[in-house]
């Protein structure tokens, strides 16, 4: 019996999984408008100004954000490369999913321009290069460098896995291989890191793509050498002449640098900074089997998901730091709750299932993709939201752009390449994370083998996996029990599986040979499920939210009589009938008798000593990602209880 604890599961290559059914239609609403729009907001800009060395040196177009006493360091123009690397990355997947030869050639466009860019010595960021050269590797606190390094190194891997062209990656390797040199432990190197994570994961996957261990070396080292003392942001601000007090963040928890990570047990400081640090973390845990960062993760997972997340896998409540405040604390209207947070939450889930399935990951990253993560793109593709709160009076509305770029291209390259999320590969081991219909092939024991997905999921819970190989070969099969299943049932080619003996971690197990034609069929029932909150969360005390399997659902006015405020749940749940809805695309929705409180009847008096009169009405809850897609108005999440 393979042991799969044991082993170190990596994602596939985006070629290996093709996209069918709920994820298909996402990801071709991205390849056909979401992309062309990305490219073109980048476009509108200025950013290639910025980026073509046969462009005259464009002004700088955003100023500097200025704070009393405080250092003038940052514009968010410094990270528009980074913004450029995720629609590149996006635009790989697209190309992959739908061939698309005019976006393929701007892609080659722009890459181009960026092995144009590109110094001697292999630097590469637009911004030291045209608008402050000389001053490069001066300022990792603030400046987002090895940030906007580690984007384009994961949009380069996208780009050879989609198309097979070597240039983009050849000009990254270049520049990793710079960063390789400046920084290390050696008397001649750099001890520093960035402000912004993102470097150390994109290294493992420049590792995994090369299969060079160097660049996972270099992955471990900025891992290893974070908040270190004396710290590397005091000195590097002192030799730039200025005051580490002038911090505009003032505390490196900002930056999740306030300590070693392995000493780090708070999720703390700026939501998606964390969240990609851990990822980095975690792919360190799996490459290297280091055992010393087990504890923190865990620690800091727990921290995340019993403390400081949204029912819909939203993080972040705060707006002044974009980041973490106090346990407990998730207001729901006001929460900022960023698209590309819950995005980096999901992809941290996903890492740590590198060591091996566990249900406690896997459930969260798919709570995070399918409500905080995709609410903000809406259905036709072409409208954003970057804050992402549960409650709204019916102000709150998607974006077509934003004044700060990062969520439109993060939830675009996360939708196009999620079948690299739903699996886990090991070398003879495949665990499935997530469901969703796809046909997906890898190779296991020494064979490629195939594996179709066929379902209506998240919509119905019924799957068929079907098995594809030439030749009968044995592998682990690891299925994920999701725990908002009461009653999951498994079975291998009609024949039932015994699941309290197959499962660990809440997953089943089925380590067997398997012959051309084999299908397992999962049967996940979705009852609608009433929630609660630990009633520390002040903002959810006497409410409830309606779930049904993987989805959070909530109200919307054009669905429902307003104020929804004045809706009353009471149970009678099992009464709930669940219909589709066309107008959104098939989705599903939930009717259940609610109680509505009215003024009919309450007469000019402000204050009275009676209740006022319920009615009983017609409650319709549609999926929380789907909000904002049709009539706008109020929307409630965590619903008044009686
Ligand atoms: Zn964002």
Redesign the pocket.
Known sequence: MTDVSQLQFRPPAIPDVELRGFWGERADAVASTTVHILLDRCAEAGMFEQIDPTRPVPRQRLPFHRKEGKEPTVTTQMFWDSDVAKALEAAAYAIHRKPDPALEARVDEIVDMFAALQREDGYCNSWYLRMQPGREWTNLRDCHELYCAGHLIEAAVAYHQATGKRKFLDVMIRYADLIERRFGPGADQMQGYCGHEEIELALIKLGRETGEQRYLDLAKFFIDVRGRKPHYFDLEAERRGASPDGFVHGTHEYSQSHLPVREQTRVVGHA?RAMYLYCGMADVATEFHDNSLTEPLEMLWSDLTERQMYVTGGIGPEEHNEGFSDPYHLPNETAYA????AIALAFWASRMLGRGPNRVYADVMETAFLNGALSGLSVEGDRFF?ENPLESGGCHHRWEWHR?P??PP?IARAVTSIGTYMYGVADDALAVHLYGANRATFTLGGGRVSIEQETEYPWDGRVVLKIGTETPRRFALSLRLPGWCANPSVSVGGEAVDLSSASRSGYVTIDREWSHGDSVTLDLPMAVTALRADPRIRADRGRTALTRGPLVYCMEETDNDTPLDTILLDGGFERAEISKMEELGGAVAIRVPVGKETHKGWGRALYKAAPPRVETVLGIFVPYFLWDNRDPGEMLVWIRTR
Not at 338 to 341: N, S
């Open positions: 998606v960023e698209t590309c947070a970057y700060c990062c969520c993060n």
